[in-house]
């Protein structure tokens, strides 16, 4: 039976929904539309909660780690903080480096939302006000969770009275183990030829390496950790695996396995991306779900988006969304058990 309830509200406005059926719960809130919880079923029929997320929601206005919350305008990082659209400059916020990261100082992250529950989910909605974190046109986003039998998708629709750039993305960290502990021994496989290269700011260059013979050859199952301190010049830039993917396939394009758990994560998606994040730099943010800050390779993300640094490598950009176009993504969790 499928349920969705509010299940705290406090006084400046953040609240905590929670949507269960047979197979998953959820706990999300409207600050930031993180997703707090998944609580999935392993192979014995325990149910175990399979994301990183804070003790507190709240603590991501302190923390520089995204878990689970949706991050833009533009998710990834921007070169040198600026575009050019329409023949003229736009400046953003330099949070990464020299670079502009998950959308600047207040991205998505950040904002409360206004929601509406569904019969089988949660529609959160926002207004962008035009130039917020530097970015032109106000932008109506509608983000909508839903639970479908062992299910989770992430509805992504946006419009905008002036031609503007998006590239919204869910930054949720996954450990199938439901413990505190490491995801070197989680299997990865994922659907791609060509990772995009990134520099040492973990910023893509516009150069793409075919991952064959690499330690990005993810086309068969491979433990995250087997060649994650391999000697390849990309693996030294970022301290690990934080490159994005470019897919193949239309579905099933990644799917994360926990061999001790047996539980299974396939992720299906409209985006032509994904990166992936194996948790590098997780340590020293705000304390977690076990009472103490994560530390690094706690959690892994894979995150569907367009190509980041898109403005400055596409001839024909697909973060661009013109005026009164409609933007539409979905990505689709599974969660089954080996």
Known sequence: MMKVKMIEKRQNGVCLFELQNDEI??????????????????RDGNYGDVVLGYQDVEDCHKDDKFLGCIIGR??????NGEFQLNGKTYKLAVNSGPNTLHGGINGFNQKIFNYEILEDGIRFIYLSPDMEEGFPGS???KIVYRLSGNELKMEYEAMSDQDTLI????????NLSAKDSKIYDHQLMIKSDQIACADENGLPTGEFLDVENTPFDFKSFHEIGERI??????????????HCFMLKDEKDQAVLYDKESGRKLTITT????????????LAGGSDGKFGKPYENRDGVALEPQFLPNSMNIEKKPRVILRKDEEYEAVTTYRFETE
């Not at 590239?167 to 996954?174: D, K, P, T």
């Not at 301190?229 to 934080?242: A, M």
Request: glycine content about 8%; aromatic content about 14%.
């Open 74 to 79: 533009v998710a990834n990082r921007i070169a």
């Open 25 to 42: 719960k959820v706990i999300t809130s409207n600050l930031g539309c993180h997703i707090l919880s998944v609580f999935t079923k392993d």
């Open 139 to 141: 932008l109506y986003l």
């Open 167 to 174: 590239n919204i993305a869910n930054h949720s960290y996954f």
């Open 270 to 281: 409209t985006l032509p991306c994904m990166q992936l994040y194996a948790g590098n730099f």
């Open 229 to 242: 301190h391999g000697d390849d010049e990309q693996l030294r830039f970022v301290g690990g695996y934080d």
